[in-house]
Every structure is written in structure tokens, then in C-alpha cells.
């Protein structure tokens, strides 16, 4: 009997090396996927001005009924309690007034002490802020801020032409949102819209139009509704003389909501180098053009954009337009740019074929994920492993502590605000083919491996701080997510040498 060659056949050879090869592959990915998760330029979705950004297929993931759950009798949001930053101004307003806790809560007035009397805990946190936290940031301020002074300034440079455009409302949306508003240096004139609106040949038509012109207009996603009243605010209509409640305007029939996320580099040093009016301002001006444009050819429409220019909640009208879904931490988490986005919303009447919601699993990445819980340096995220039980204002709703949230704002260096749970969101990444292919996989993954794939490798292969950092010495070192990028390094450029808190200075 011939003895048996030893080694490979020319045919298993060829076997074996495919399969090496294929190995070989498969590890070349995930070095890659390694190497292109932890570069900061692979983050975020690439921006344009010319509407190119919007590239998931959303057809595949439409739903006939919203994400949500309504589980209990609906409660408009209150615009002077629930909108935590006129809640703040106003009991700012009556501490400098006099009043003190021994006063008790009914001598703030409603719809404040109401509103204290259900939320005790944040009364506390709201008194906590102006006596504690404000003064001890004022001493921060005077010691740190050489060392913040180039990303204050980048801030500053996207918020101070907030005073000019657009303009606010002066009249109720029965007159305002019917008149076109001219600002030209030295003089500003209304003119009413046209009586005749332009007549579209169909409701698609409309539509399409609509968000060709809001890409053109700089936004980075598009979506339309009918809007639902639930989420307008309970008061306080914008130009109207009077302040209390109001009914939907009968005009409001639609909402095309938009949103661009923020320019990244600065957005991964968050919070004390990151700042969030580079993209208000560039949605706000998309919103308020597309509102001139609309009113222009003769349908009434106004603009409700950051920061505080709204009317109504965008978020939840966001997902009735079918642009994502809501997270763990209350952010609309698109497809396209995850947490990293700034909305805005048009109201109007003209008619136009509306897009479905939408469902890609980010309910189900939520409830096992909790990263943005984890890194939130307020405590105010929710650990709970879903949000059922949990109800705001009569919807099924993860629960964020807003006045945790705000007082952890006003002890943080930099420009003002924090925006971690938006940084660390595992579904804020660049559009790369990468991430595309993993987001794919796990869109489509009934297993949940991908799920907890996913999760695993963000929690264990990318360093973060410990949460503790992101405090104010000597329990923590006002810590960013990642370094400032070196053009917002004042030390790149200046010849100075600040005190820097982030290496224990």
C-alpha cells in the first residue's frame, strides 16, 4: 500500500487558503471597525447644503401607528413648569423678590406652586441651584475661564446674531403667521402674504417641494406630519397679548419638521468645549426660511426653533414625521446622525402627502444599553430597564429629571450646557460604510447579538471618563468626553497659561 503523501493536496491548499483568506478578511474588519470607531472623524454624518445627507431607507421600516404609548389621560406640557428654563427664571424672579422656603410653596403663585406641590424633590434642586450652585460657579468662572475662553468664544460666535433673524412673533398666528416680516438695516416692514395661495398640482407635489427647499435651506433631515395638539405647550402663545392657555390655531394643520446635527469635533469634548448653537442657529434659520418661503407663496406658516422659540414640544412630532425615535435620554435618535441633531418644526396649512413613523429598534438598544445613563453626570437618566410604568404627561415615556439635568448645566464650565448623553449615544456615528453596515445588521439581527455586540464594544474597547470627572474640583476635574480638538486648544494658540482644571489644576 503507497504511504499517504504528507502535507496539503493542491485542492485542499486551495480550501485552506480560502479559508485563511476569508479569516484574514474578516479580522482585517474588525481591526478596521476598531480603528474607525475610535477616530473622531468617523463619528457623525457628513454635512452638505445640498440635501444629500438623508440616505436611510426609511420605506423598509415604516410602522402605521406611532412608537409611543398613550397610558393615561394626555396633559399638554407646561410651558412655564415643565420648559425648565422659564421655570428657573421665574422662581429666580421670586427669590430676588424675597421669598424663602419658611414662606411656603402657595406664596410663589401658580401655576408654580401647583406644580412644586406634585414635584417636591425638584423644588429643592431649583432652590439648591440659585443658593449653591450659581454662587460656587461664579468663583469657578473667575478662576477657569482663560482656560475655556476659545470655546466661549466659538459659542459665541454662532449665538450673537440670535438678536437679528429671525424675528420673533408680534402678533398671534391668526396675524403673524399671515404676514411676511422684512429685515432690512435700519428698518424693518410687514406685508401681508399673498390672498391667492399658489394652488400645488398634488399633495405629493407639496411635499416634495417642501423638503427640497428645507435641504437647500440647510437642513440635514426632512419630515412631515399632521400635527398632533397633544404636544403643543399648555400657555403663553408667542405674540399673543395673552399669556394664559390656548386651543391649536385652525391654520396649524401640518408640521414639517428638520433637524442638523452639531460639527463633531467639538462635540466629542462635551461638556466643557462643546456647545450647541452651532446647530441651533443653523436650524433655526433653515426653519424660519422655509416658513418665508411657504408664507411667500401665500400658505400661513410659522417657525418654533431653539432655543426657546417654540410653541410645542418637537421632539415626539419628530417621530410622527417618521425622522427617528425617542431614546432613553428624551432625544430623537435618527437614523442618519443618532442623537447628534437639533430640530425644528414649520406649522401651515398647506396640504401635503405626510410621512409615516417609523420603528428601528432603538426602544429595544435602549433598554439594554443605559451608556447615556451611565455617563450623565446629573443622575437625571432613568437605570430602569424599560420605560414601562413610567408615565409623562399620559405617554409611556422614559423619565429624565430636567432640574438634575439643568443644575449640572449651570456647574459646568464652557459654554453653557452639556449634551453627554447626545455624545455617547452609540447610535450618534458617522455615516461611514462601517457603521452603515453594523446599524444595518442590527436593524435586522432578530437574535439581539448584534444588539449586544454593539453595546459591548462601546462600553469596553472606548475609553470614557469616570462620571465623577465631569464635576467641579475637588470631586472632579470638569472632565470632557474627549479632549478639545486642537483649534479649540487655547493653549495652540494663545500665549498664556490658563489654569486648566482638566489635568488637576
Not at 475610535?38 to 457623525?44: G, H, L, N, Q
Not at 420605506?59 to 393615561?72: A, L
Not at 410687514?190 to 391667492?196: F, L, M
Request: glycine letters at 8%; one cysteine or more.
Amino acid at each position: 500500500m503507497e504511504e499517504k503523501k504528507q502535507g496539503l493536496s493542491r485542492r485542499d491548499f486551495l480550501k485552506t487558503s480560502g479559508l485563511v483568506a476569508v479569516a484574514v478578511q474578516v479580522a482585517g474588519i474588525g481591526g478596521a471597525a476598531l480603528a474607525a470607531g475610535k477616530d473622531k472623524d468617523s463619528y457623525t454624518g457628513y454635512e452638505s447644503w445640498e440635501g444629500e445627507q438623508q440616505t436611510f431607507n426609511r420605506k423598509k421600516y415604516e410602522i402605521d401607528e406611532v412608537p409611543y404609548k398613550q397610558v393615561g389621560e394626555v396633559r399638554r406640557p407646561g410651558r412655564y413648569t415643565d420648559l425648565i428654563f422659564i421655570r428657573a427664571g421665574i422662581f429666580m424672579q421670586a427669590l430676588a423678590n424675597g421669598w424663602t422656603k419658611e414662606d411656603g410653596i402657595d406664596a410663589l403663585g401658580e401655576p408654580l406652586a401647583s406644580w412644586y406641590k406634585e414635584h417636591p424633590d425638584a423644588l429643592d434642586l431649583d432652590i439648591e441651584r440659585e443658593t449653591v450652585i450659581m454662587p460656587n460657579a461664579a468663583k469657578d468662572h473667575a478662576k477657569y475661564d482663560d482656560y475655556f475662553s476659545l470655546a466661549d468664544a466659538y459659542a459665541f460666535g454662532w449665538e450673537d446674531i440670535f438678536a437679528f433673524y429671525p424675528a420673533e412673533p408680534t402678533a398671534p398666528p391668526e396675524v403673524s403667521d399671515f404676514t411676511i416680516t422684512h429685515i432690512n438695516p435700519g428698518m424693518t416692514y410687514e406685508e401681508p402674504i399673498r390672498e391667492t395661495p399658489l394652488p400645488f398640482k398634488s399633495k405629493d407635489h407639496a411635499a416634495e417641494l417642501v423638503k427640497k427647499i428645507a435641504h437647500r435651506y440647510g437642513a440635514t433631515i426632512v419630515g412631515i406630519t399632521k400635527l398632533n395638539p397633544d404636544f403643543l405647550y399648555d400657555a403663553g402663545l408667542r405674540g399673543s397679548p395673552d399669556p394664559g392657555p390656548f386651543e391649536k390655531p385652525e391654520h396649524w394643520e401640518y408640521a414639517i419638521v428638520m433637524g442638523v446635527p452639531h460639527e463633531w469635533e467639538q462635540v466629542l469634548s462635551n461638556p466643557a468645549h462643546g456647545t450647541s448653537y452651532d446647530g441651533y442657529n443653523r436650524v433655526r434659520n433653515a426653519s424660519a426660511r422655509l416658513a418665508s418661503f411657504l408664507k411667500f407663496l401665500g400658505y400661513p406658516s410659522r417657525s418654533h426653533h431653539p432655543p426657546f422659540h417654540y410653541d410645542l414640544v418637537v421632539p415626539p412630532i419628530a417621530v410622527d414625521a417618521g425622522l427617528g425615535q425617542t431614546g432613553r435620554h428624551g432625544f430623537t435618535i435618527i437614523p442618519e446622525t443618532g442623537s447628534n441633531i437639533r430640530l425644528a418644526c414649520v406649522t401651515t396649512n398647506l396640504p401635503m402627502t405626510v410621512d409615516k413613523p417609523i420603528d428601528f429598534g432603538v426602544a429595544e438598544f435602549c433598554n439594554d444599553c443605559k451608556i447615556c445613563a451611565e455617563q450623565c453626570p446629573s443622575g437625571a437618566i432613568s437605570f430602569e430597564d424599560s420605560p414601562e410604568g413610567m408615565v409623562i404627561r399620559g405617554y409611556e415615556h422614559w423619565y429624565i429629571d430636567t432640574a438634575k439635568c439643568f443644575n449640572f448645566w449651570q456647574q459646568a464650565m464652557g459654554p453653557l450646557g452639556c449634551r453627554l448623553c447626545l455624545t455617547v449615544c452609540p447610535y450618534t456615528q458617522r455615516s461611514t460604510w462601517l457603521h452603515n453596515v453594523a446599524k444595518v445588521a442590527d436593524i435586522n439581527d432578530p437574535t439581539g447579538l448584534v444588539n449586544d455586540s454593539l453595546i459591548y464594544m462601546k462600553k469596553n474597547l472606548f475609553e470614557a471618563p469616570e462620571v465623577t470627572e465631569y464635576l467641579r474640583p475637588p470631586d472632579g476635574r470638569f472632565a470632557g468626553y474627549r479632549e478639545a480638538p486642537e483649534w479649540l486648544d487655547v493653549t495652540n494658540w494663545f500665549d498664556i497659561n490658563p489654569l486648566n482644571p482638566q489635568i488637576g489644576g
